[in-house]
């Protein structure tokens, strides 16, 4: 991986390899969510984001004969700059129920353990749907990049109405899709003990609580669309049902044609990423002997992973079942 560029747990490891704060949060936040594990995040290079410049197409070049010369050209480049996102959360624990917990900062950490879970549902949410052209809040996620079923890098799988999920292939990597986090901060993670005050209860009454804030900075950039591929339109009401029968699914030659819009030389890094009702469709069908496209590899965290045309699936709960069926561009 490129210098600068680690996964929440080298970033952790990075910063705060005692875990004494930032490492144990950030320890929290990769432990909560698959596709966590999988994000490698870089610094920004602004303090709200990050700007790259991205080619869109390649310069022309010239067949040269001896005392001929040659062509002047350029590639195709355009400047984008991907916004990051403020999340934040507040935990507030009875300062009593502290002190019988010994006062630890161990103790708090676990009460607030749930707001960090939260964080990272939030994030993963926003990689999938984030659209900061409708919500300046928002960073903007992979849907929105693939907006139409006619986009470049988007398969049709054919559904119709409201009920079809998306299914993705990532590349991760600095040249290809990578988180980021402003600049000149800690992984664009901050946690600050608020120390004791009053709270109130809902008659307006006074107790003591201790309280705790944490902010997270994370953002999305793609600095190759061709490293993010995308089949939509997925009808998980049809996803029972059987070669040959009426509305059938054909996820093999779906997710066969989006593999193969990544381009060969980066498939090797690239991650595919589901709902759960298409993850459990693909693990039935894993049980196949036929479907030679779907096995069970390698023993990761206690969990025998499921490979399809031999990239690892990771089940993603933030992608809907829900998606309205994308149409062509206008």
């Given at each position: 991986?490129?210098?600068g560029?680690?996964?929440?747990?080298?970033?952790?490891?990075?910063?705060?390899?005692?875990?004494?704060?930032?490492?144990?949060?950030?320890?929290l936040?990769?432990?909560?969510n698959?596709?966590?594990?999988?994000?490698?995040?870089?610094?920004?290079?602004?303090?709200?984001?990050?700007?790259?410049?991205?080619?869109?197409?390649?310069?022309e070049?010239?067949?040269r004969?001896?005392?001929?010369?040659?062509?002047?050209?350029?590639?195709?480049?355009?400047?984008?700059?991907?916004?990051?996102?403020?999340?934040?959360?507040?935990?507030?624990?009875?300062?009593?129920?502290?002190?019988?917990?010994?006062?630890?900062?161990?103790?708090?950490?676990?009460?607030?353990?749930?707001?960090?879970?939260?964080?990272?549902?939030?994030?993963?949410?926003?990689?999938?749907?984030?659209?900061?052209?409708?919500?300046?809040?928002?960073?903007?996620?992979?849907?929105?990049r693939?907006?139409?079923?006619?986009?470049?890098?988007?398969?049709?799988?054919?559904?119709?109405?409201?009920?079809?999920?998306?299914?993705?292939?990532?590349?991760?990597?600095?040249?290809?899709?990578?988180?980021?986090?402003?600049?000149?901060?800690?992984?664009?993670?901050?946690e600050?003990?608020?120390?004791?005050?009053?709270?109130?209860?809902e008659?307006?009454?006074?107790?003591?609580?201790?309280?705790?804030?944490?902010?997270?900075?994370?953002?999305?950039?793609?600095?190759?669309?061709?490293?993010?591929?995308r089949?939509?339109?997925?009808?998980?009401?049809?996803?029972?049902l059987s070669?040959?029968?009426?509305?059938?699914?054909?996820?093999?030659?779906?997710?066969?044609?989006?593999?193969?819009?990544?381009?060969?030389?980066?498939?090797?890094?690239?991650?595919?990423?589901?709902?759960?009702?298409?993850?459990s469709?693909?693990?039935?069908?894993?049980?196949?002997?036929?479907?030679?496209?779907?096995?069970?590899?390698?023993?990761?965290?206690?969990?025998?992973?499921?490979?399809?045309?031999?990239?690892?699936?990771?089940q993603?709960?933030?992608?809907?079942t829900?998606?309205?069926?994308?149409?062509?561009?206008p």
């Amino acid at each position: 991986m490129a210098e600068g560029v680690r996964t929440l747990a080298e970033w952790g490891q990075f910063l705060d390899p005692d875990k004494k704060t930032i490492g144990t949060i950030i320890e929290l936040l990769a432990q909560t969510n698959e596709i966590m594990n999988d994000i490698p995040w870089m610094e920004g290079n602004e303090m709200a984001g990050h700007t790259s410049i991205i080619r869109t197409d390649l310069p022309e070049v010239t067949l040269r004969g001896l005392y001929q010369g040659v062509k002047k050209t350029k590639s195709g480049i355009s400047k984008v700059t991907d916004p990051t996102a403020m999340i934040a959360a507040r935990g507030e624990i009875d300062i009593d129920l502290v002190n019988l917990n010994g006062n630890s900062a161990s103790y708090r950490m676990q009460e607030n353990q749930s707001f960090i879970e939260s964080m990272t549902q939030k994030v993963a949410e926003l990689l999938g749907y984030g659209n900061n052209t409708l919500n300046k809040k928002e960073f903007h996620g992979f849907a929105p990049r693939y907006p139409y079923k006619d986009s470049p890098n988007v398969v049709d799988a054919g559904g119709s109405g409201s009920n079809c999920a998306s299914m993705y292939a990532v590349v991760w990597g600095v040249d290809a899709a990578c988180g980021i986090f402003p600049k000149g901060t800690k992984a664009g993670i901050e946690e600050k003990d608020l120390g004791e005050y009053d709270a109130y209860d809902e008659n307006g009454d006074p107790y003591r609580v201790v309280g705790d804030e944490y902010k997270w900075f994370p953002g999305l950039t793609v600095k190759d669309w061709r490293c993010v591929s995308r089949v939509c339109n997925i009808d998980v009401t049809k996803l029972d049902l059987s070669p040959g029968d009426s509305g059938y699914i054909d996820l093999r030659k779906a997710t066969i044609k989006a593999k193969n819009k990544i381009p060969g030389t980066k498939r090797s890094r690239m991650i595919w990423y589901c709902p759960e009702p298409v993850m459990s469709m693909l693990e039935m069908q894993a049980g196949d002997p036929k479907n030679v496209h779907l096995r069970y590899g390698e023993w990761q965290d206690s969990k025998n992973v499921l490979f399809l045309h031999g990239r690892p699936v990771r089940q993603v709960d933030a992608l809907l079942t829900t998606e309205t069926a994308l149409t062509a561009a206008p």
